[in-house]
Nanobody
Framework: VQLQASGGGLVQTGDSLRLSCAASQQTAATGWFRQAPGKEREFMASITWSADTTYYADSVKGRSTISRDNAKNTVYLQMNSLKPEDTAVYYC???????????????????WGQGTEVTVSS
């Protein structure tokens, strides 16, 4: 499975961004993670293929919305009210298994995109 993440950029505090993750085929679920300089990769949000289940990290809950367009095999992460601490490289990943309980850990995923950089200036 090939993934293409896009939509990152340089924005100001309070701005919004929509990240996109285009996959080459259908998979069970898609997740977004981010990694800030000097920090470990952290889970942001995930959505199942049927879009009936979504999960969010507490750090973005209420400020972000994950959605998908299955006709395009694309998942979106809308991020609002961005803060400087949101600065990171954002990665999307897909899981093959339909039997994972929460899709909120990197071990749940099988393929990773190349990342798109988000920088939020204060």
């Amino acid at each position: 499975v090939q993934l293409q993440a896009s939509g990152g950029g340089l924005v100001q505090t309070g701005d919004s961004l929509r990240l996109s993750c285009a996959a080459s085929q259908q998979t069970a679920a898609t997740g977004w993670f981010r990694q800030a300089p000097g920090k470990e990769r952290e889970f942001m949000a995930s959505i199942t293929w049927s879009a009936d289940t979504t999960y969010y990290a507490d750090s973005v809950k209420g400020r972000s919305t994950i959605s998908r367009d299955n006709a395009k095999n694309t998942v979106y992460l809308q991020m609002n009210s961005l803060k400087p601490e949101d600065t990171a490289v954002y990665y999307c990943a897909v899981a093959r298994s339909y039997w994972v309980k929460k899709y909120d850990h990197s071990r749940d995923y099988d393929y990773w995109g190349q990342g798109t950089e988000v920088t939020v200036s204060s």
